[in-house]
């Protein structure tokens, strides 16, 4: 059973939004770099990087972050395959800069504490803010998103799903029950 909660145009809406008060919460975008939790997290921050061109006429600078050895759930989820590595590609500096990190779902948090701890080793940026197009809730961390596309309430029952069409074929962001297993 899956029910869409985001079609393309909402979703359009709502990274416009974003883009917006980033803009207008660092007083512009000078000093600022979006940076993309892969894999999703990246189309985000390449959308609100367009947004934010058309909107201030320049360009926002937009890095990738791989956070795959930053989990603390890895011996977990893969306990005797060697983890893919995707590879963190940040065209710039992060140290001294404003740094938005950018990811899709925000659910326990723990995919954002594991990226802030693979921001910090590459540079020490000056600030570190969040964006994410869905907050979901249940955090297990004290983590905080500065802007959000969209607060939806779940139960642990339910996962949200957010479709791009740069990997996905379609835009959309379904909330979906999960099945167990019988």
Known sequence: MSRV???EQ??????????????????GIENCILVGIKTRGIYLAKRLA???????GQKIPVGEIDITLYRDDLTVKTPTEEPILQGTDIPVAVSNR???????????GRT?????DALI????????QLAVLIDRGHRELPIRPDYVG???PTSKSEQIV?????VDRTDEVTIEQIQKPL
């Open 5 to 7: 909660i985001l079609d």
């Open 10 to 27: 909402a979703i359009r809406r709502a990274t416009t939004r974003i883009a917006h008060e980033i803009i207008e919460h660092n007083k």
């Open 50 to 56: 367009e947004r934010i061109e058309q909107i201030e």
């Open 98 to 108: 404003k740094v938005i990190l950018v990811d899709d779902v925000l659910y326990t």
């Open 112 to 116: 954002v504490r594991a990226a802030l």
């Open 121 to 128: 080793d590459v540079g020490r940026p000056e600030q570190i």
């Open 150 to 152: 969209k607060n939806v």
């Open 162 to 166: 957010a479709n791009f069409s740069e």
